[in-house]
């Protein structure tokens, strides 16, 4: 059995990727992503994945805001990002039940020989075939993060032209409010 001394990771100098999951309620107005964004790099963080879209309520938006905090408390930042003006609220969803989901497009180089195996491939991720072209196909699939990860690993072998990835977007579980 593995024994710990209590001292954690940070104290003993090692780094671990720990990213958290933010969602900041907002209002719907100019320069309110350009502030959220330019707190986060004012104190070093980097920003892994942003979504941004309007909610139920027209006037207000949802940032969904993956950030690295390797080693780092975030506590400071996401009572910072509160204070800002058109910020309604913020929730840290690292430690809360979640539905997390990306959405990723890949284009892939494929001979027309190839198109039954890729749409297998496709297939077992439950995604689709969206674009036929000369000598490409554009496929896409919906997932947390790890599968989306494993997709695009997958495709790498066909020849990847083009890749893009929305980033997280997140709801919290049940009746609880995001």
């Given at each position: 059995?593995?024994?710990?001394?209590?001292?954690?990771?940070?104290?003993?100098?090692?780094?671990?990727?720990?990213?958290?999951?933010?969602?900041?309620?907002?209002?719907?107005?100019?320069?309110?992503?350009?502030?959220?964004?330019?707190?986060?790099?004012?104190?070093?963080?980097?920003?892994?994945?942003?979504?941004?879209?309007?909610t139920e309520d027209p006037?207000?938006?949802?940032?969904?805001?993956?950030?690295?905090?390797?080693?780092?408390?975030?506590?400071?930042?996401?009572?910072?990002?509160?204070?800002?003006?058109?910020?309604?609220?913020?929730?840290?969803?690292?430690?809360?039940?979640?539905?997390?989901?990306?959405?990723?497009?890949?284009?892939?180089?494929?001979?027309?020989?190839?198109?039954?195996?890729?749409?297998?491939?496709?297939?077992?991720?439950?995604?689709?075939?969206?674009?036929?072209?000369?000598?490409?196909?554009?496929?896409?699939?919906?997932?947390?993060?790890?599968?989306?990860?494993?997709?695009?690993?997958?495709?790498?072998?066909?020849?990847?032209?083009?890749?893009?990835?929305?980033?997280?977007?997140?709801?919290?579980?049940?009746?609880?409010?995001?």
């Open positions: 059995m593995l024994q710990t001394s209590g001292i954690s990771d940070f104290a003993l100098g090692k780094v671990t990727n720990m990213t958290h999951t933010l969602s900041a309620l907002v209002k719907n107005r100019p320069r309110v992503l350009a502030r959220v964004a330019g707190l986060f790099a004012r104190r070093d963080f980097n920003i892994e994945s942003l979504a941004v879209s309007t006037a207000i938006s949802r940032m969904t805001i993956a950030v690295d905090a390797s080693g780092t408390p975030l506590e400071q930042v996401r009572k910072q990002l509160e204070k800002l003006h058109d910020v309604v609220t913020v929730i840290d969803h690292t430690e809360h039940a979640v539905v997390e989901r990306e959405l990723c497009m890949i284009k892939v180089r494929v001979k027309p020989s190839q198109r039954a195996e890729v749409a297998a491939l496709v297939e077992i991720f439950r995604g689709d075939i969206i674009d036929i072209g000369n000598g490409a196909l554009i496929v896409q699939s919906i997932g947390n993060s790890d599968k989306i990860d494993a997709f695009i690993e997958n495709f790498d072998d066909y020849g990847i032209v083009e890749l893009v990835r929305t980033g997280k977007v997140v709801l919290a579980r049940g009746a609880q409010k995001t």
